[in-house]
């Protein structure tokens, strides 16, 4: 068997991961054991010892922060390691990522380019890598065009809840940004939910612009 742990269980893009996975350890007759860590390093540490116990094969993570010498530990073990959706910091560990900084500055730039000059990113929390990549990307963008602003609204989730609180939010100020970029869809879905929900009468993408990562 393999081991998956993903930060979302309830997140689409985990959910891809995870049946690519299994469809590629059935070719090699293996079957894979998926656990959600929920954003929580307790229950990322606790799969782990788990896995390790159960002598997996291999193990599958997107890490919450810098696992290197747990992975090391796995390692010693016999129990090869590959990092998803995050750069390993060890170059000796594998990984299959993309760019977020990259991502997070072509995002910004295209509300930009759209005429947008007031923009907020939704995203959170920070001490995750991948949201803060897609924020400093953000920020590279903003700082590239005089005139442009960028607030920071950190959530403590990515999840739909998360946006539809934070959409809320916006929603009934006097002044607010006109354009959001949400750090990944459920939190773009939930604001785009709050938007309707309280009837607010701001047009999406008229008044204001949306785009989730």
Known sequence: SIGLVVLDVRN???TDIARGAEDRAAEARLSVLLANSDESLERESAYLDLFEQQRVHGVLISPLADI?????????RGIPAVLVDRAAADASFSSVSV????????????LIETGRT???YLGGPLEL???????????QAVA???????EVVELDALSVLAGRAAGAEIAGRTERPDAIFAANDLVAMGVLQALVMQGSGITVPGDLALIGY
Do not use: N
């Not at 290197?68 to 010693?76: D, E, S, V």
């Not at 890598?129 to 920020?139: C, K, P, V």
């Open 118 to 120: 007031r923009l907020a």
């Open 99 to 110: 760019d977020d900084v990259a991502g997070g500055r072509m995002a910004a730039e295209h």
């Open 68 to 76: 290197t010498a747990r992975l090391g530990m796995l390692r010693a």
């Open 129 to 139: 890598r991948q949201a803060a990549d897609r924020l400093e990307g953000a920020r």
């Open 144 to 150: 590239a065009h005089p005139g442009v602003t960028l």
């Open 12 to 14: 689409p893009f985990f």
